[in-house]
C-alpha cells in the first residue's frame, strides 16, 4: 500500500472522507494525521479510526516558517508517507517544504480554481455574481493553490445562498472529490476527476 499522510488544521471532514475512503482493495492506507493545532477537531477522528496523530503547533514560531516547517518534517518524515494529502490545512508552505515532496503532495480547495485562490472564498463567489462555484483538488507547488488540477466538483450557487450555505454545499462535495482523486492518484492516473 502507497502511505498517506494527512495535514489538518480544524474539524478534518476531508481528512475523514479520505481515511473512510482507504480500506478493502483501495491502493492506499493512512500513516499519519499531522495538525498545526491541538484543538483540530480533526484529531480525535483520526485516533478513533487508529490513525496516528501528531501536533506542531505553529504559535511559538511567531511566524518563522522555516522553523515551524523544520519541527513539521520530523513527525512526517518518520512517517514516511509516499502521498501528503493537505485536508483543510490553513498554513502556507514554503518552498523548501513543498519541493520535499514535489508531485506527491495534493490539496483540496474550495474555489474552481483558478478562480479565487486564498481565503474566502465562498463569499468572494457570491459577490462576484457568480451563477457557480465548487471545489478542487491539485497538485501542491510552491506558489498559493496553484498546480495541476487533478479534479473539480461544480455546485450551483443559489439566489438565497450565505457564504455558510454555500460552504455546506460545496463541502458535500469535497467530500466525494478528495477520494476519488486520490485512489487515482495512488493508482498513478492523473487525469482529471470533473464531479458530478
Ligand atoms: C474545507 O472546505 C477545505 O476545502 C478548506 O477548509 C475546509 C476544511 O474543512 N480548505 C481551505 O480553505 C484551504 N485554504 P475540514 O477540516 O472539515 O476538512
Given at each position: 500500500h502507497k502511505r498517506?499522510?494527512?495535514?489538518?488544521?480544524?474539524?478534518?471532514?476531508n481528512m475523514v472522507s479520505l481515511v473512510d475512503s482507504m480500506t478493502k482493495d483501495h491502493p492506499a492506507r493512512p500513516c499519519l494525521v499531522l495538525s498545526n493545532d491541538a484543538q483540530a477537531g480533526g484529531l480525535k477522528k483520526a485516533a478513533d479510526r487508529g490513525i496516528p496523530?501528531?501536533?506542531?503547533?505553529?504559535?511559538p514560531f511567531k511566524g518563522d516558517r522555516s522553523a515551524f516547517e523544520a519541527e513539521l518534517l520530523k513527525p512526517l518524515q518518520e512517517a514516511q508517507p509516499d502521498i501528503v494529502c493537505l485536508a483543510g490545512f490553513m498554513r502556507v508552505l514554503t518552498a523548501d517544504f513543498v519541493s520535499r515532496f514535489q508531485g506527491r503532495m495534493l490539496n483540496i480547495h474550495p474555489s474552481l480554481l483558478p478562480k479565487y485562490k486564498g481565503l474566502n472564498t465562498h463569499a468572494r463567489a457570491i459577490q462576484a455574481g457568480d451563477s457557480e462555484h465548487g471545489c478542487s483538488v491539485h497538485e501542491v507547488t510552491a506558489a498559493l493553490d496553484d498546480g495541476p488540477i487533478l479534479g473539480q466538483a461544480r455546485v450551483p450557487i443559489q439566489a438565497d445562498d450565505t457564504p455558510e450555505s454555500l460552504a455546506a454545499r460545496v463541502l458535500a462535495w469535497e467530500h466525494k472529490l478528495y477520494p476519488e482523486v486520490l485512489r487515482r492518484f495512488a493508482e498513478g492516473n492523473r487525469s482529471p476527476v470533473l464531479l458530478p
Open positions: 498517506v499522510a494527512i495535514l489538518i488544521s480544524g474539524g478534518g471532514s496523530t501528531a501536533v506542531v503547533d505553529h504559535r
